[in-house]
Nanobody, 119 residues
């Protein structure tokens, strides 16, 4: 019923940039917070950035100043502009969308997109 499709991952050299996108579709009443998480092999999934419906953003300290999260509510899409990429940013990036229904909220996850940053 609800599907998140991610795009934009790939291989990039250190110092380069990538732009991730995640489009949410399906039976949606409204979308509250959207965010990006990442998980490196053998490590716990961590929050990268979130953005509320009012465009209030939160960033992990490790990406602050380099990454920018944004959203297009008309397209139900959240973006992550990643600049000055470092090898430490290498991970699978997952999009998360909190969908609000009449009496409940549900979290949905994208399939993940791999970001690899070479030295």
């Amino acid at each position: 019923q609800v599907q998140l499709v991610e795009s934009g991952g790939g291989l990039v050299q250190a110092g380069g940039s990538l732009r991730l996108a995640c489009a949410t579709s399906g039976r949606i009443f409204s979308i509250s917070t959207m965010g990006w998480y990442r998980q490196a092999p053998g490590k716990q999934r961590e929050l990268v950035a979130t953005i509320t419906s009012g465009n209030v953003t939160i960033y992990a300290d490790s990406v602050k100043g380099r990454f920018t999260i944004s959203r297009d509510n008309a397209k139900n899409t959240v973006y992550l502009q990643m600049n000055s990429l470092k090898p430490e940013d290498t991970a699978v990036y997952y999009c998360n969308t909190n969908v609000r229904y009449r009496w409940s909220n549900m979290d949905y996850w994208g399939q993940g997109t791999q970001v690899t940053v070479s030295s």
